[in-house]
């Protein structure tokens, strides 16, 4: 009787899933704020956490160490990388000229009624379910407001350079929000003008009050 054979590729698609399943947690785990710049973790404890063997979260640490998330200490564990005041102000530069012109294309376009009415809808979700504020996911929406805007310029390259930008994004929000609770009602305060303005077809006004929240977002970063 011939020997018994597993199914081709069977062991590597396991070993692929619990790495991919280790690279979301840890990923998700700095993106929120959770772990926070300047944390060292461990294999071990990231194997307990997820339910995997070690070995995929190594190959999950070398992922995130790939895209500057994490720098690698043998037989230590591996340090979560703080945000520095370079990638603050180089992302927040960038998201100036891709959300200024987005809103001046809209309005140019005559779709800035629609655009100020998908905006107030987002906004309406930090309330819509009575849930305590949280920094998640007060951040996931900050990010669909302003990718909404960027996406109603219609311009796909801009969207994807855009959307290359989410994690990054996403990581500086939380980290401000859990640091400065404040900023909350800073924020949807900052939001709703920007929204009217879009409304009202006033571009030059609109551009500068988006000028103004991300620099007030840069300084709220910038202290911590």
């Known amino acids: 009787m011939p020997p018994r054979t597993q199914p081709v590729g069977s062991a590597d698609e396991h070993r692929y899933s619990a790495a991919d399943r280790a ?13 926070d710049g300047g944390t060292l973790i461990s294999e071990g404890e990231v194997s307990a956490a997820v339910g995997v063997s070690r070995t995929p979260v190594r190959e999950a640490f070398l992922r995130l160490a790939a895209e500057g998330m ?5 037989k230590r564990g591996a340090l979560v990388v703080p ?5 603050i102000r180089e992302v927040l530069d960038a998201r100036l000229v891709l959300e200024e ?6 309005i140019s376009a005559g779709r800035h009624h629609e655009l100020a009415a998908e905006l107030r809808a987002i906004l309406a979700k930090h309330d819509d379910d009575g849930s305590p504020r949280d920094a998640a996911r007060s951040t996931e929406i900050d990010q669909q407001f302003h990718g909404t805007i960027v996406g109603a310029a219609g311009n796909r390259l801009l969207t994807g350079f855009y959307a290359a930008l989410r994690d990054r994004q996403l990581r500086m929000g939380a980290a401000a929000l859990l640091r400065a609770p404040s900023r ?4 949807l305060g900052e939001h709703a003008a920007i929204a009217d303005l879009i409304d009202r077809g006033d571009a030059d006004a609109a551009a ?5 929240h991300l620099a007030a977002t840069k300084a709220a970063l910038a202290s911590l």
């Open 23 to 35: 690279y979301a947690f840890v990923k998700r785990q700095i993106v929120s704020g959770e772990y």
């Open 70 to 74: 994490l720098r690698l200490f043998p």
């Open 83 to 87: 945000v520095s005041a370079d990638e």
């Open 101 to 106: 012109h987005a809103a001046r294309s809209a």
């Open 184 to 187: 909350y009602d800073a924020i």
């Open 208 to 212: 500068s009050e988006l000028a103004r």
